[in-house]
T-cell receptor, first 113, second 115 residues
């Protein structure tokens, strides 16, 4: 059974810092991995999607890496800003025909001005 | 390009009533997924549907919950005889047809409160 863990659960940093959010999964047989952002009381915004054959994806100040063999992904945020404050979720899709995503519990990030 | 739309955004029901949650996928998307986020818990998969077919309902509670995605109109998640434990945020996501990347795009959610 696939389990997804995110560490740390919460993180508070001063503005301008580079930071890394971690995601680990127990079953390396995945189809892809998605990173999402969720603001309080809102829906999920897809940030990056990494296919199982890829090692990393970049979008602006965000870079996500995937090491499928070790069951790990990291989300790197460069030059953090107060507007980056949110909960970050990672989710994996298995290789079966089901479309379901298995989510981690999330990392709640606070960037202080 | 409208995103995934869900309505209502907030729904209050008394115990024993029925709740109907609607989801309109993004234009051109034919795959719909429902997830539930209980207070202080992570997002949990409920059901995956394509037009007129339930593909995977492994996350659906056995009783009181049902979902459909008809040929015409939105997908509906129906909860009969709601109980307090059903209070949660319910999110719908959609993805395009075909194998593709299966990237899922989420709606804003419906927050159900059972009193």
């Amino acid at each position: 059974k696939q389990e997804v863990t995110q560490i740390p659960a919460a993180l508070s940093v001063p503005e301008g810092e580079n930071l890394v959010l971690n995601c680990s999964f127990t079953d390396s047989a995945i189809y892809n991995l998605q990173w999402f952002r969720q603001d309080p009381g809102k829906g999920l915004t897809s940030l990056l999607l990494i296919q199982s054959s890829q090692r990393e994806q970049t979008s602006g100040r965000l870079n996500a890496s995937l090491d499928k063999s070790s069951g790990r992904s990291t989300l790197y945020i460069a030059a953090s800003q107060p507007g980056d404050s949110a909960t970050y979720l990672c989710a994996v899709k298995g290789t079966s025909n089901t479309g379901k995503l298995i989510f981690g519990q999330g990392t709640t990030l606070q960037v202080k001005p | 390009n409208a995103g995934v739309m869900q309505n209502p955004r907030h729904l209050v029901r008394r115990r024993g009533q029925e709740a109907r949650l609607r989801c309109s996928p993004m234009k051109g998307h034919s795959h719909v997924y429902w997830y539930r986020q209980l207070p202080e818990e992570g997002l949990k998969f409920m059901v995956y549907l394509q037009k007129e077919n339930i593909i995977d309902e492994s996350g659906m509670p056995k009783e009181r919950f049902s979902a459909e995605f008809p040929k015409e109109g939105p997908s509906i998640l129906r909860i009969q005889q709601v109980v307090r434990g059903d209070s949660a945020a319910y999110f719908c996501a959609s993805s395009p047809p075909g194998k593709g990347t299966y990237e899922q795009y989420f709606g804003p959610g419906t927050r159900l409160t059972v009193t």
